[in-house]
T-cell receptor
Framework: AQKVTQAQTEISVVEKEDVTLDCVYE???????LFWYKQPPSGELVFLIR??????QNEISGRYSWNFQKSTSSFNFTITASQVVDSAVYFC???????????FGAGTTVTVRA | NAGVMQNPRHLVRRRGQEARLRCSPV?????VYWYRQLPEEGLKFMVY????????ESGMPKERFSAEFPKEGPSILRIQQVVRGDSAAYFC??????????????FGPGTRLTVL
């Protein structure tokens, strides 16, 4: 069974601060995929990133960066120089290599204040 | 190309009524997945369908819920005799091949069901 834990329920920061969202996962699969999604106040689900378990390189995309550490089963997400538009709920998710079911964490609500 | 479309976006029902949620997958996608997001929670898998077949309904409540994906037309998630606990956001996703691994699921905007 797959399990994703996002221990932080809510994070509030002031604009331009950095914010890191934690994601810890459990799986027995040797090959698996990790995801991050953003859910803005409008409610839709926006895909941010997918990483496979064999690629432990950290990734940066603009102000977003991801730190994948297999040794600690973590896939953390950092927003640098946060902006008000980053206010949203962020979900970490996991699937096995042949598993169509995505297992989602409970989400972290990020509020960026001007 | 249009993405996954869901309608209605918002649906209000009184207890005991029926709710019908529609999902039109990305054109050419023959695999559809439904997820439910209860308040303050992450999404939970409900059912996986291919055209005219239910492949996996392990996440569906045993009673009152049903899903279909006919040969023509959208996928339908049907909830009979709704109760307040059914209030949630229901998301549909689709994929051109079986999702998993490199095969991505594309999510729709969701339908928010409120049961009064």
């Amino acid at each position: 069974a797959q399990k994703v834990t996002q221990a932080q329920t809510e994070i509030s920061v002031v604009e331009k601060e950095d914010v890191t969202l934690d994601c810890v996962y459990e799986t027995r699969d040797t090959t698996y995929y990790l995801f991050w999604y953003k859910q803005p106040p409008s409610g839709e689900l926006v895909f941010l990133i997918r990483r496979n378990s064999f690629d432990e390189q950290n990734e940066i995309s603009g102000r977003y960066s991801w730190n994948f550490q297999k040794s600690t089963s973590s896939f953390n997400f950092t927003i640098t120089a946060s902006q008000v538009v980053d206010s949203a709920v962020y979900f970490c998710a996991l699937s096995g290599s042949n598993d169509y079911k995505l297992s989602f964490g409970a989400g972290t609500t990020v509020t960026v204040r001007a | 190309n249009a993405g996954v479309m869901q309608n209605p976006r918002h649906l209000v029902r009184r207890r005991g009524q029926e709710a019908r949620l529609r999902c039109s997958p990305v054109k050419g996608h023959s695999h559809v997945y439904w997820y439910r997001q209860l308040p303050e929670e992450g999404l939970k898998f409900m059912v996986y369908l291919q055209k005219e077949n239910i492949i996996d309904e392990s996440g569906m409540p045993k009673e009152r819920f049903s899903a279909e994906f006919p040969k023509e037309g959208p996928s339908i998630l049907r909830i009979q005799q709704v109760v307040r606990g059914d209030s949630a956001a229901y998301f549909c996703a689709s994929s051109p091949r079986l999702a998993g691994g490199e095969n991505e699921q594309f999510f729709g905007p969701g339908t928010r069901l409120t049961v009064l």
